[in-house]
C-alpha cells in the first residue's frame, strides 16, 4: 500500500520561499508519477507541477519559473522548491503517486501540508 507523507509547509511573508517534501513507502517514486497539487476552500483541486518515471516534469502556468519539482530516488522523496511566493500560493499543498496514468484519481493522496503566504 502507498503511503505519502508531506512536510515543509508552514507561513511565509511574499517573496519568500518554502521547499515541500513528499516521501513515499510501499512504492518507489522513480516508478510513479509523482505530482503536487493545491487546493483552496471552495475550489477543485489543481495541478501545480508533477514528474515522471523519466524525469520530465510539468508545472501550471501560474507557478512556471517559481516553483521546481525534483526527486531524489535514494531517498524515495519528492520536493516542491517554492520560491517568490504569492498571496495567491496559499492552499493546502497534497502529494499524489500515481502508476500508467497522469489521473491523480487512480493514485494515492498524501495528508497535505498547509501552506500561507501573507504579510
Known amino acids: 500500500q502507498v503511503q505519502l507523507v508531506e512536510s515543509g509547509g508552514g507561513l511565509v511573508q511574499p517573496g519568500g520561499s518554502l521547499r515541500l517534501s513528499c516521501t513515499a513507502s510501499?512504492?518507489?517514486?522513480?516508478?510513479?508519477?509523482m505530482g503536487w497539487y493545491r487546493q483552496v476552500p471552495g475550489k477543485q483541486r489543481e495541478l501545480v507541477a508533477r514528474?515522471?518515471?523519466?524525469?520530465?516534469?510539468n508545472y501550471a502556468d501560474s507557478v512556471k519559473g517559481r516553483f521546481t519539482i525534483s526527486r531524489d530516488n535514494a531517498k524515495n522523496t519528492v520536493f516542491l522548491q517554492m520560491n517568490s511566493l504569492k498571496p495567491e500560493d496559499t492552499a493546502v499543498y497534497y502529494c499524489?503517486?500515481?502508476?500508467?496514468?497522469?489521473?491523480?484519481?487512480?493514485?494515492?493522496w498524501g495528508q497535505g501540508t498547509q501552506v500561507t503566504v501573507s504579510s
Open positions: 499524489n503517486a500515481v502508476r500508467g496514468s497522469y489521473d491523480p484519481g487512480f493514485g494515492s
Open positions: 510501499g512504492t518507489i517514486v522513480s516508478s510513479y508519477v
Open positions: 514528474i515522471t518515471s523519466g524525469g520530465n516534469t
